[in-house]
């Protein structure tokens, strides 16, 4: 079935750090791709997302690019802020046929020292 | 826009008990979900429903877990008899139907089972 892989965490950096967190998935078909984040103490929020292969997601400054060939969606920031301290959670959906719950990934703690 | 509410947020309960949780989507989304989320794991789907039909519960443990959506509106997840294991954040989520329409989160029921 329809996997994401996260790498694990907590991963701890420093302000003004670059980040990169790595999520591949596996899939018999052409999913749309997700990045949520959850905030300490909030629900889950959409981040960004992309729809097709080769698509860039982009908000608040993270970006994550849709690479089909190496089925990967890996979500990276230039210069992380301690407000960035949170989970973040890799998915996939398929839309069309009616089903399209998220699959996600275990989620990936990043906390942000200043 | 007021977002997807839910109630209670927190609940607890000793195994072989029963509970219920309740979401209301946002107004006008006809796609709701309910997923479980055990501590240090992604959100699972549990069921999925279109108005108030089933779309997919594939995932639902049926000799446990029912839900319903009444007028396909508000929905109620139902545990009965409780197990240890399904201590977790019970989440609720909306969308429009068509496309490729963001899922929003409601802030979750957290069931502890002791």
């Known amino acids: 079935g329809d996997s994401v892989t996260q790498m694990e965490g907590p991963v701890t950096l420093s302000e003004e750090a670059f980040l990169t967190i790595n999520c591949t998935y596996t899939?018999?078909?052409?999913?749309?791709l997700f990045w949520y984040v959850q905030y300490p103490g909030e629900g889950l929020q959409l981040l960004l997302k992309a729809t097709k292969a080769d698509d860039k997601g982009s908000n608040k400054g993270f970006e994550a690019t849709y690479r089909k060939e190496t089925t990967s969606f890996h979500l990276e920031k230039g210069s992380v802020q301690v407000s960035d301290s949170a989970v973040y959670f890799c998915a996939l959906m398929y839309s069309g046929g009616g089903a399209d719950g998220l699959t996600f990934g275990k989620g990936t703690h990043l906390i942000i020292q200043p | 826009e007021a977002g997807v509410a839910q109630s209670p947020r927190y609940k607890i309960i000793e195994k072989r008990q029963s509970v219920a949780f309740w979401c209301n989507p946002i107004s006008g989304h006809a796609t709701l979900y309910w997923y479980q989320q055990i501590l240090g794991q992604g959100p699972k789907l549990l069921i999925q429903?279109?108005?108030?039909?089933?779309?997919?519960d594939s995932q639902l443990p049926k000799d446990r877990f029912s839900a319903e959506r009444l007028k396909g509106v508000d929905s109620t997840l139902k545990i009965q008899p409780a197990k240890l294991e399904d201590s977790a954040v019970y989440l609720c989520?909306?969308?429009?139907?068509?496309?490729?329409?963001?899922?929003?989160f409601g802030p979750g029921t957290r069931l502890t089972v002791t």
């Open positions: 899939a018999t078909g052409y999913p749309s």
């Open positions: 989520a909306s969308r429009r139907t068509a496309g490729r329409a963001e899922q929003y």
């Open positions: 429903f279109q108005n108030n039909g089933v779309v997919d």
